[in-house]
């Protein structure tokens, strides 16, 4: 039987946030920040928009690495280590998907760049294609399906990958309220004791269903709450009156 996912374990596999600063012209986006990711929690990401929820999974990705201060992984500054040493996983709200292979063959082929055998990989994938509620569109083609559909299929494929470590920016933006459940029954399920997975999302509903921790980007700084300590109308305050939830 195939195990998914469990990729590494252990103390070490926190993320570290040492002094994180970065500035856009005279707009300081993140002042200083300094926070530890904790493998076994869903951190839900929070803030208006233009706070630096996307900035900040950006330098956690190497995308922007022109910033202050260093972001640590088994102890080492991930701007040193090999990409290729580097195992996070980055699912955006934009699903990047071959328009000429169905969801099967695009599955298939990130199964075979992770040198997975035929077999594993088809586990792996009949898993996630029954845990998304994908089973019917497997072998559609990406303009063939809705936004929704497109989008869980991007999350799929995203969960192909080798990680234990999962950042997610608007994960729930183009689903119905049915595949909104079903993305975050996934997220529960996904959850272990070796993962950390961070959302950056609007969706308060969402997070308040999934999140361990909520992580609220407020004047650069980054502040942690427990969701039971925390309603809505207290992040709304937080965060701002024109917060758009």
Not at 16 to 24: A, E, H, N, R, V
Not at 48 to 74: C, P, Q, S, W, Y
């Amino acid at each position: 039987m195939l195990e998914f996912y469990y990729y590494f374990s252990g103390s070490e596999d926190m993320i570290q946030l040492d002094s994180i600063s970065k500035s856009y012209g005279d707009k300081k986006v993140l002042n200083g920040i300094t926070f530890e990711f904790r493998p076994g929690n869903i951190y839900g990401l929070i803030g208006r928009n233009g706070a630096g929820k996307t900035t900040l999974l950006k330098i956690l990705m190497r995308i922007i690495r022109n910033h202050e201060g260093n972001v640590l992984f088994h102890g080492d500054n991930i701007n040193i280590v090999d990409t290729l040493d580097l195992p996070f996983v980055f699912i955006g709200d934009t699903p990047v998907l071959y328009q000429d292979l169905t969801a099967r063959e695009q599955m298939l082929f990130i199964c075979k760049l992770n040198k997975l055998s035929k077999e594993d990989a088809i586990e792996k994938i009949q898993y996630l294609a029954k845990q998304l509620k994908l089973e019917e569109y497997m072998d559609y083609y990406p303009r063939s399906v809705s936004r929704g559909t497109l989008q869980r299929i991007n999350i799929a494929i995203g969960m192909l990958r080798e990680s234990n470590v999962f950042f997610f920016d608007e994960p729930f933006i183009t689903l119905d309220p049915v595949q909104v459940d079903t993305v975050e029954q996934m997220f529960l399920n996904h959850k272990s004791t070796t993962r950390i997975q961070i959302i950056s999302s609007h969706d308060l509903d969402s997070l308040e269903t999934i999140c361990d921790k909520y992580l609220i980007l407020k004047d650069g700084q980054l502040l942690e709450f427990e969701p039971v300590t925390l309603d809505r109308k207290q992040i709304t305050k937080l965060i701002g009156d024109s917060y758009d939830a």
